[in-house]
């Protein structure tokens, strides 16, 4: 069987009527997602980038002729394989001569490939690595806070989303109340980093419901709610969830509807949490009514729903959305205290979970697969960031900055290669890492499309497609393995990563240590029986091939629900959590030690600068929320037919209600303009009655695009967004704690009269 993995599912490739390759949906895929169907339409897009590429100053006058300003600003030079990699060996060798290697930042984040070899990340360190090391980043922009935080509260084995959620088989055949803050999209699960074989999310919440689950959504807005029965949203201010959980455990507090045993068992620094909540220290009470007027939502809901979280087998489920905020580490925290306070951890399908729906894998009850990739080395430089603060890091040579209990130097940047991402899709504040990006001396970028980040490079190689090699697509998360084999040869002049990069280790002397005098199938069967000697039930690796697929307990629907804390509460002395005290920390002494400003020891509600209840929100009055877009993963697939389609004349949409359009006096389709401080963006109208007024939903991925005045014409959010981080604990990004304006937009292009 011909398959093409991709992170949002399998595909099987055939052909259409004149003998073209086209996408079909796999056929052992419940619900495959459509976006990847017009996958192949990328291939011969006017974007693409077919040759290598050297910005004109740069090359005329080199990376010390101070030509960084115009980086964005004006034209390519096409130059041949031969002359770029030169340039670029030449250029690491000076950099590493000069400033040593921590000067080489190796910016390699994103979702480029499904693939374990053809891994854009891992091909681009193990170069950097052989050529004596680069700074690195650590973390993700996707659970950055959450990520961070919970090693301390939970121990360091629910570092990853998927470790801390019970199986979705586990829900169905036991949980009677989901109480979700910040929503269930399913239009997330379609995803998957590594793909998948089998998107089961949505199966599964509709067996859940079928069995009788009653699901209640905390969110801005109606369409965060799942459809069918036995569902109920409650609208709420964004970045207040936090607030409301805190009232629903002072309401377990005082209504006497704690689980004791468990506390005193399994849990450390509740008394002081106590205290807290009946404002011993503050002389605030958390209750109820202090909460409602924060966060919008009625008193008795917040005092029913917290009876029912006690009353009813019950799990409470946070997004991955509210921990991308200013102080996003606060709601995840405070869901751990209020399932713990309400007694239901441990017990099968209960308890706590974060991101259920955040992609595919998150809940499902599958063997995982545990296996090798192309292997990066070991990189000599100790300098490394948080993924989320590389502005800074080009901002501020020689600073530093806090991060989870140490100091960390900044070292000075000369030379950027960033390969597999877009940080001019996905980073916060886009003006000002324009900026930053002008400080170093040279950025290459190894990319397929003409992107914003390809734009602000001084070298440009270019890159093949996934559906232009041959690769073994496994997610670590789910029990698939796919054979992705090679739809089309790339056009001429364009390599794989692998091939660029080999190149390059060729002219520093490391190519054999590069490539082992490996071929690509020679890889692939290593990777693959790295899998089987662990997974020996697997096929081989010729057998694999020829199918095209296998699966760890293919056919069953629930071979392995997680034990989800459920040894750890039956006995905490014979298991314990990996946290010092070898519970749950209510109160973390760690974290208190480390005398952070914006973080404390224990949950709290912590007002963000940039909520609708801030003094700033008299000057911006809509609080501007970025989910991920229903139609791409990211950035990714902005071209493509799913993507393209969804936009009106060209432009990106965002979401405003029907009381707050009336009052702009702007109507369903027009063009708007967002604006703060920091920027300017164009989106078209789409006035949704299921959004709290106050509100606006600009989903993430449109390319930044901004016209010759700075206004971005690509809609991304992110151009409105600020680089302040979620907290000095995680330095994670915060980008849905941001507050907007909104105005009427003509283009000038059209004159005064708008025609």
């Known amino acids: 069987m011909h398959l093409f993995a991709t992170h949002f599912g399998t595909y099987e490739v055939g052909a259409d009527a004149n003998g073209k390759p086209r996408l079909l949906p796999f056929r052992h895929d419940p619900d495959p997602s459509e976006i990847g169907l017009g996958y192949l339409d990328l291939a011969d897009h006017p974007e693409r980038i077919r040759a290598p590429m050297v ?21 390519f030079v096409e130059v041949d394989w031969d002359r770029a990699t030169s340039l670029i060996a030449d250029e690491l060798r000076r950099v590493r001569s000069a400033h040593g290697n921590q000067a080489i930042f190796g910016g390699s984040y994103g979702w480029a490939s499904a693939g374990r070899f053809h891994h854009a990340q891992s091909q681009l360190k193990r170069l950097l690595n052989l050529a004596g090391g680069f700074t690195s980043s650590v973390n993700t922009y996707s659970y950055g806070a959450a990520g961070v935080l919970l090693p301390h509260v939970l121990g360091p084995d629910y570092k990853d989303a998927c470790d801390t959620s019970p199986s979705w088989s586990d829900i169905a055949d036991n949980c009677e109340l989901l ?3 910040g929503g269930l999209r399913l239009t997330n699960a379609q995803v998957e980093a590594g793909g998948t074989g089998s998107h089961r999310a949505v ?44 009232a629903m455990c002072h309401t377990l507090l005082t209504e006497g509807l704690l689980d004791c045993p468990f506390l005193k068992r399994c849990t450390v620094g509740f008394g002081e949490f106590e205290s807290y909540l009946i404002g011993e220290a503050d002389g605030i009470t958390k209750d109820a009514e202090w909460a409602s007027k924060i966060s919008g939502v009625p008193v008795g809901t917040i005092v029913e729903i917290a009876e029912d979280l006690h009353d009813l087998r019950s799990l409470v489920n946070v997004a991955w959305s509210l921990q991308r905020a200013r102080f996003g580490e606060q709601p995840f925290w405070a869901a751990i205290a209020l399932a713990s306070m309400a007694g239901h951890v441990g017990q099968r399908g209960c308890g706590f979970a974060f991101g259920l729906t955040a992609v595919n894998s998150v809940g499902q009850p599958v063997r995982r ?19 989320a603060r590389i502005t800074e890091l080009l901002e501020n040579p020689g600073g530093r900055i806090d991060y989870d209990g140490r100091p960390l130097e900044l070292p000075d940047i000369r030379l950027v290669w960033w390969a597999g991402g877009n940080p001019f899709h996905h980073h916060q504040d886009l003006n000002r890492l324009s900026e930053a990006f002008r400080r170093p001396e040279t950025v290459i970028v190894t990319e397929n499309m003409w992107t914003g980040t390809a734009r ?3 070298i440009v190689l270019p890159s093949a497609f996934p559906f232009e090699r041959d690769d073994i697509a496994a997610s670590s998360r789910d029990n698939w393995l796919v054979y992705s084999r090679r739809v089309m040869d790339p056009p001429a002049g364009v390599q794989t990563d692998h091939e660029a990069y080999r190149l390059v280790a060729e002219k520093l002397g490391c190519r054999e240590r590069f490539d082992e005098n490996l071929g690509i199938d020679e890889w692939l069967a290593r990777i693959y029986e790295g899998y089987r000697e662990r997974y020996p039930e697997l096929p081989d690796y010729q057998a694999f091939r020829l199918r095209g697929f296998a699966a760890l307990d293919e056919g069953e629907m629930a071979p ?16 314990p959590l990996k946290t010092p005290s070898g519970r749950i920390e209510i109160r973390s002494s760690t974290v208190g030690n480390f005398g952070y400003p914006d973080i404390g020891v224990h949950p709290a509600w912590r007002e963000p600068e940039e909520w609708l209840g801030a003094p700033l929100a008299s000057r911006h009055r809509f609080h501007l929320l970025s989910p991920q877009p229903a139609h791409r993963l990211h950035g990714q697939l ?53 959004l709290m007024p106050g509100v606006a939903v600009l989903p993430t991925g449109g390319w930044f695009r901004p016209d010759a005045a700075g206004i971005d014409r690509g809609g991304n959010p992110n151009t409105l967004t600020a ?11 915060a980008p849905n704690s941001c507050l907007v304006s909104i105005r009427p937009w003509r283009r000038p292009e059209d004159g005064p009269s708008g025609e």
Request: hydrophobic share 40%; with cysteine.
């Open 369 to 387: 697969l545990k296996g090798p990739a192309f292997e990066q080395g070991v990189n000599p430089v100790r300098h490394f960031i948080p993924v």
């Open 456 to 458: 602000m490079a001084d």
């Open 723 to 733: 680089i302040t981080p979620a907290s000095h604990l995680s330095q994670a990004t």
């Open 638 to 690: 902005e071209y493509g037919p799913a993507s393209q389609n969804a936009k009106l004349h060209g432009y990106e949409r965002f979401q405003l209600s029907a009381a707050d359009a009336e009052e702009l006096d702007v109507k369903d389709g027009e063009l708007c303009e967002l604006y703060n401080d920091r920027g300017s963006t164009v989106a078209a109208l789409a006035v949704d009655d299921r």
């Open 560 to 575: 392995a629900p997680a034990d989800h804390f459920r040894r750890f509460v039956t006995d905490p002395a014979a298991a």
């Open 179 to 181: 109480v979700g803050f």
């Open 55 to 75: 910005r004109r100053s740069w090359l005329e006058k080199g990376p010390l002729a101070g030509t960084g300003g115009l980086r964005g600003r004006e034209d």
């Open 203 to 246: 199966e599964w919440l509709r067996r859940s419901q079928e069995k009788g689950l009653r699901i209640v959504v905390f969110s801005p807005t109606a369409s965060d709610a799942p459809e069918g029965p036995n569902v109920r949203h409650v609208p709420l201010r964004p970045n207040t969830d936090a607030a409301v959980m805190l």
